[in-house]
């Protein structure tokens, strides 16, 4: 007898319509899956084969082919344990339900339990785009797919649970589609705690209002890592659209919070400085997205940037001006995005203390040079802002005066962010930061004194394309966080403060 379900296929974060095909004759008994499996779903056989039997049914004996097609696509994961049980039983006539219009999914374990799988959302997005109704997952996965409006989701524990709901015998009781919980879910540490710092803490309102990437560069104790720390708590909120791209991504990482399913806070990855390529680009046989795709639509902080090895830092180059990094292996070629926020932080020197105003460098000229050069300079030319972060003084650490709180600047940062959400309506661009060169003529518009400072600029700082482009997407920022409608001598003139570092260290 023959059976063919629908499902549903995931290859990194793309998932796409398959039928499940079995057929059970008779013969000499063996099971078979065709259809390019890789050695998890090879070894669905044996699974199945023990689920069957422990939820008091029984495995049919002759020649048993499971075909996944498309049989030109690789398929990974135990995703497919499920479907092929199904597809088995309705083969050998102990399933009498139609399926038509449903899909299941989730991996089974000898007893019959169903047991959570990654990737859910993807497959339930997929799966509502192809015109299923509904769909079983393992019930630690139904909070997940349960975001997805417009289809129905069925959390599943077992083997015979499922069975006796498709039989009418027992139902399952659907599971609620999920709302997106407006209130902060991490406590992310205060502004209000930095004592001073006005033109780093200004620096980094602008990075996030615009989404620009920036270098804080600083003696050891000043705080770059405690300012970066918080950006978090100032970065605008993420629209559904993000949100979903974001928990797509962690979902196929395995990285989600069971209780908190949906992604409603910018990510914040911070790996260590010993990470390799592929654990910053994403790798593996069937490659795995890497800490610069889980920090899609939110922050990548990289302190101590001089200690990263090269590769490392120069793998981070093509990402961050394409906002996409594509991985090709043998299996197949993966593209992950990365839209995000590069946040670095680095020391002057190897001792930390080279420009210090009180304490004194013990590093050779030739060291402080060797140290600096370890940052390339396309990949300083991609960081749009350069912020010194200087040492505090005792005044400052001792004031009484009570400094601005997080939720006060990110009322600035929303504000200028909903700016540019209304300007670039139906263009695909969220921020400045992302403007493409194209759109800089007609979106970055100056007054005539900002335009004769900007060139008289260009020509004095011997500034690349590159360094002009990002001037104007930084000075855009500026302009709307002012509410400047065009840009204005003023802000250029922040825009390239911003962006002078460069000539100071690195000169």
């Given at each position: 007898m023959?059976s063919?379900?629908k499902?549903?296929?995931?290859?990194?974060?793309d998932?796409?319509p398959?039928?499940?095909e079995?057929?059970?004759?008779?013969?000499l008994?063996?099971?078979?899956?065709?259809?390019?499996?890789?050695?998890?779903?090879?070894?669905?056989?044996?699974?199945?084969?023990?689920?069957?039997?422990?939820?008091?049914?029984?495995?049919?004996?002759?020649r048993?082919?499971?075909?996944?097609a498309?049989?030109?696509?690789?398929?990974?994961?135990?995703?497919?344990?499920?479907p092929v049980?199904l597809?088995i039983?309705k083969?050998?006539g102990?399933?009498?339900?139609?399926?038509e219009?449903s899909?299941?999914v989730?991996?089974?374990?000898?007893?019959?339990k169903?047991?959570a799988?990654?990737?859910?959302?993807a497959?339930?997005?997929?799966?509502?785009?192809n015109?299923?109704?509904?769909?079983?997952?393992?019930?630690?996965?139904?909070?997940?797919a349960?975001?997805?409006?417009?289809?129905?989701?069925?959390?599943?524990?077992?083997?015979?649970?499922?069975l006796q709901?498709l039989?009418?015998?027992?139902?399952?009781?659907?599971t609620e589609n999920?709302k997106?919980?407006e209130k902060?879910?991490?406590?992310f540490?205060?502004?209000?705690?930095?004592?001073?710092?006005?033109i780093?803490?200004?620096?980094l309102?602008?990075?996030?209002?615009?989404?620009?990437?920036?270098l804080?560069?600083g003696?050891?104790?000043?705080?770059?890592?405690?300012l970066?720390?918080?950006?978090?708590?100032?970065l605008?909120?993420?629209?559904?659209?993000?949100?979903?791209?974001?928990?797509?991504?962690?979902s196929?990482?395995?990285t989600l919070?069971?209780?908190h399913p949906?992604?409603?806070?910018?990510?914040?990855?911070?790996?260590?400085?010993?990470?390799?390529v592929?654990?910053v680009?994403?790798?593996?046989?069937?490659p795995k997205p890497?800490e610069i795709?889980l920090?899609h639509?939110?922050?990548?902080?990289?302190d101590?940037?001089?200690?990263?090895?090269?590769?490392?830092m120069?793998?981070?180059?093509?990402?961050?001006?394409?906002?996409?990094?594509?991985i090709s292996?043998?299996?197949g070629?993966l593209?992950?995005?990365?839209?995000i926020?590069?946040?670095?932080a680095?020391?002057?020197?190897?001792?930390g203390?080279?420009?210090?105003?009180?304490?004194?460098?013990?590093c050779?000229?030739?060291?402080?040079?060797k140290?600096?050069?370890?940052?390339s300079?396309?990949?300083l030319d991609r960081?749009?802002?350069?912020v010194?972060v200087?040492?505090?003084?005792?005044?400052a650490l001792?004031?009484?005066?009570?400094?601005?709180?997080?939720?006060q600047?990110?009322e600035r940062?929303?504000?200028a962010?909903?700016?540019?959400?209304?300007r670039?309506?139906g263009?695909g661009?969220t921020c400045?930061?992302?403007?493409?060169?194209a759109?800089?003529?007609?979106?970055?518009?100056?007054?005539?004194?900002?335009?004769?400072?900007?060139?008289?600029?260009?020509e004095?700082?011997?500034?690349?394309?590159?360094?002009?482009?990002?001037?104007l997407?930084?000075?855009?920022?500026?302009?709307?966080?002012a509410?400047?409608e065009k840009?204005?001598?003023?802000?250029?003139?922040?825009?390239?403060?911003?962006?002078?570092?460069?000539?100071?260290?690195?000169?």
């Amino acid at each position: 007898m023959f059976s063919r379900l629908k499902g549903i296929g995931l290859f990194g974060i793309d998932s796409y319509p398959i039928d499940i095909e079995a057929d059970v004759s008779t013969g000499l008994p063996a099971f078979d899956i065709v259809g390019l499996p890789d050695t998890a779903v090879k070894e669905s056989r044996d699974r199945v084969r023990s689920a069957i039997k422990n939820s008091g049914l029984k495995f049919p004996m002759g020649r048993i082919t499971v075909n996944l097609a498309p049989a030109d696509r690789k398929k990974e994961g135990s995703v497919y344990d499920l479907p092929v049980l199904l597809a088995i039983l309705k083969a050998s006539g102990q399933l009498k339900a139609e399926l038509e219009d449903s899909i299941a999914v989730g991996e089974v374990s000898l007893d019959g339990k169903i047991r959570a799988v990654n990737g859910i959302i993807a497959i339930a997005i997929t799966a509502r785009q192809n015109g299923i109704k509904n769909i079983f997952v393992p019930v630690q996965n139904a909070a997940e797919a349960a975001i997805i409006e417009g289809i129905n989701i069925y959390g599943v524990d077992s083997v015979t649970e499922l069975l006796q709901h498709l039989n009418g015998s027992r139902l399952i009781e659907k599971t609620e589609n999920r709302k997106i919980d407006e209130k902060r879910l991490i406590d992310f540490p205060d502004f209000s705690d930095v004592k001073g710092q006005i033109i780093p803490k200004k620096a980094l309102e602008v990075a996030a209002a615009g989404g620009h990437n920036i270098l804080l560069i600083g003696p050891p104790g000043a705080g770059k890592s405690m300012l970066a720390k918080r950006l978090p708590g100032i970065l605008p909120e993420m629209t559904f659209e993000e949100s979903i791209e974001a928990t797509k991504i962690h979902s196929v990482a395995g990285t989600l919070n069971k209780n908190h399913p949906l992604i409603t806070e910018r990510p914040f990855r911070s790996p260590h400085h010993t990470v390799s390529v592929a654990g910053v680009a994403g790798g593996g046989t069937v490659p795995k997205p890497g800490e610069i795709s889980l920090a899609h639509n939110g922050v990548l902080f990289l302190d101590e940037l001089p200690e990263f090895k090269r590769d490392v830092m120069e793998a981070l180059r093509q990402p961050l001006e394409d906002g996409k990094v594509t991985i090709s292996r043998v299996a197949g070629s993966l593209t992950y995005p990365s839209s995000i926020m590069l946040v670095a932080a680095m020391n002057p020197c190897p001792c930390g203390f080279f420009g210090h105003p009180t304490k004194q460098c013990i590093c050779s000229q030739n060291a402080v040079h060797k140290y600096l050069n370890r940052i390339s300079g396309p990949m300083l030319d991609r960081l749009d802002l350069h912020v010194e972060v200087p040492p505090v003084d005792y005044a400052a650490l001792s004031a009484e005066t009570k400094e601005e709180s997080s939720a006060q600047i990110r009322e600035r940062v929303n504000k200028a962010r909903k700016i540019q959400t209304e300007r670039y309506k139906g263009t695909g661009i969220t921020c400045n930061a992302r403007l493409t060169p194209a759109m800089l003529k007609k979106y970055c518009i100056m007054t005539d004194e900002a335009k004769k400072y900007l060139e008289l600029s260009f020509e004095r700082l011997g500034m690349s394309a590159r360094a002009y482009d990002r001037i104007l997407k930084v000075s855009r920022t500026v302009a709307d966080l002012a509410g400047h409608e065009k840009i204005e001598k003023n802000d250029i003139f922040s825009a390239i403060s911003f962006r002078s570092l460069d000539r100071k260290y690195w000169s």
